[in-house]
């Protein structure tokens, strides 16, 4: 508690100096198909504004960092939302360092999915990839020795994840009631989480271990009847133990990738991995391009009982790196599900106008989802997004 009341009494003082940057965007989303459900549009326009404040002091030793986060969105009230990102103070000493505050870690070497990154509760309103994230309030000690680098967090509270309104396109069918969240633990939010992680290179090889032991970040999603008659589906946040394994190995033109885990709940214990490959092509066709071939399995023990919709699934893709001024990539991959017809399309792709501007586009495409698939209700949001970004 002095921690923080420190941190309170500080933060003015500190933010008449220091360093301010950050973005501001203006988005748009079509959606080509007829909405599924009632009261859902076929477009929508966003605005978001991220500013960020950096400073250092104690000649470099002590730093914060504070980065709100804010959207409005014209047709869905859950993703017209605001966070707190990061508010961290780190404290950087000999080989050590020590965080505290509210904070962003990512756990992960795959492109397809991150299987063990467990720290930040997932913004599901900003995209259906799941990979835009919630800060974190956390304490964190970090040691490096020769023989690696170990961090430790105690987690301080929890966040429940967010998703669409009932109007909202990219929800699930019934609708979530997140004012309903429950919990395995009797102390619901306030349990007190905790994670550890080992992380070292040997030669071409980069490892890293990890345990969480905590409220875990993927709800089960629980079918109630509601006092209106209505059903809907009720977060239900099990307690879990995971151990995981990421593995990346560089060789030559080739970067091999491995995620593993293994989780155990009372709903039951399972083992999930996602590994594969990419291969870049340097300078194609005598130009400055790059092209990354993207290759990768994803599975999960659970089979057909499995709560995400990947478990036995094959990606294919490619990464286009035009290594202009104007740092211009694009990204494309299907994934296939192999026990299924069901396959989904994305494309990513993104260029700077200026110094201070930069365009950006992405398509994401369903077909053939089969009615037990949990992407089923996702069948008729397929969607095109252009936004337009400007920094500052």
């Known amino acids: 508690m002095r921690l923080w009341r420190w941190m309170v009494c500080l933060i003015p003082s500190l933010l008449s100096a220091g360093e301010w940057s950050g973005y501001a965007e203006l988005q748009g989303r079509y959606f080509p198909q007829d909405a599924a459900y009632e009261n859902q549009s076929d477009h929508l326009i966003s605005l978001a504004f991220q500013p960020e404040y950096y400073q250092r002091w104690d000649n470099g030793n002590q730093s914060l960092l504070v980065v709100p986060f804010f959207r409005w969105d014209s047709e869905d009230e859950e993703r017209t939302h605001g966070d707190i990102r990061e508010l961290i103070w780190t404290y950087a000493g000999n080989r050590w360092e020590a965080q505290a505050g509210v904070g962003k870690v990512f756990w992960g070497v795959t492109e397809a999915l991150h299987l063990v990154d467990t720290i930040n509760q997932t913004d599901l309103v900003e995209n259906p990839d799941g990979e835009q994230k919630l800060g974190q309030p956390l304490i964190k000690l970090s040691l490096e020795r020769d023989w690696g680098i170990v961090d430790f967090y105690t987690l301080i509270g929890f966040r429940e994840r967010s998703f669409p309104a009932e109007e909202g ?44 032991n905590g409220t875990s970040r993927d709800p089960l999603l629980i079918p109630r009847i509601s006092n209106r008659g209505e059903i809907s589906l009720i977060p239900f946040y099990e307690q879990m133990r995971q151990t995981s394994l990421d593995l990346q190995a560089t060789k030559g033109d080739w970067l ?114 089969a009615e037990q698939d949990p992407l089923y209700s996702l069948r008729r949001d397929d969607y095109a997004e252009l936004t337009l970004t400007r920094f500052f």
């Open 169 to 212: 396109r990219l929800r699930s069918h019934p609708p979530v009631d997140q004012d309903h969240a429950e919990y395995e633990s009797d102390r619901e939010e306030r349990h007190l989480d905790f994670a550890l992680r080992w992380s070292h290179y040997i030669g071409d090889w980069d490892i890293g271990l990890a345990h969480f």
């Open 256 to 369: 091999w990738k491995l995620e593993a885990i293994h989780r155990s709940i009372d709903s039951g214990s399972y083992n999930a991995a996602t590994g594969g490959f990419e291969y870049t092509l340097v300078g194609i066709a005598d130009t400055d391009m790059d092209l990354g071939l993207l290759g990768e399995y994803l599975y999960d023990d659970r089979g057909d009982d499995a709560t995400t919709p990947f478990q036995n699934d094959i990606f294919i893709g490619f990464r286009l790196t035009a290594n202009d001024v104007d740092g211009s990539e694009l990204l494309a991959g299907v994934i296939k599900d192999m026990d299924e017809d069901s396959w989904m399309f994305n494309l990513e792709a993104s260029r700077r106008i200026g110094s201070d501007w930069k365009t950006s586009a992405q398509i994401r495409l369903w077909s053939d989802i």
